[in-house]
Nanobody, 123 residues
Framework: QGQPVESGGGLVQPGGSLRLSCDVSSRIWDYYAIGWFRQAPGKEREGVFCVASADGSTTIAASVKGRFTFSRDNAKRTVYLQMNSLQPEDTAVYYC????????????????RGQGTQVTVSS
């Protein structure tokens, strides 16, 4: 199936924007739930967003609601996480992950995850 591959991280000032990309295999695209989570130093992992392939339902963390949006490009098998109004507390490594059941079951249930991409929000 292959691991997801993230890109698009970097350094941005508070209030700025970044768009993360995640390329996935055809099998993951067709059958797996796809999500994003983040890990900051000294903090627990936090689920950011997930979309279930089973029924299209989505979950989004309260901490990013209204600032982060999710989109997908079917032709490229790529999902995007558009992050606006970034704040220092958004600094973390962001991971794209996939759940083989097609449902967003939670952070510990992902079957595949990428290597992560660093997002740093600092002035």
């Amino acid at each position: 199936q292959g691991q997801p591959v993230e890109s698009g991280g970097g350094l941005v000032q508070p209030g700025g924007s970044l768009r993360l990309s995640c390329d996935v295999s055809s099998r993951i695209w067709d059958y797996y739930a796809i999500g994003w989570f983040r890990q900051a130093p000294g903090k627990e992992r936090e689920g950011v967003f997930c979309v279930a392939s089973a029924d299209g339902s989505t979950t989004i963390a309260a901490s990013v609601k209204g600032r982060f949006t999710f989109s997908r490009d079917n032709a490229k098998r790529t999902v995007y996480l558009q992050m606006n109004s970034l704040q220092p507390e958004d600094t973390a490594v962001y991971y794209c992950a996939a759940d083989s059941t097609g449902w967003c079951r939670g952070l510990n249930e992902y079957d595949y995850r990428g290597q992560g991409t660093q997002v740093t929000v600092s002035s």
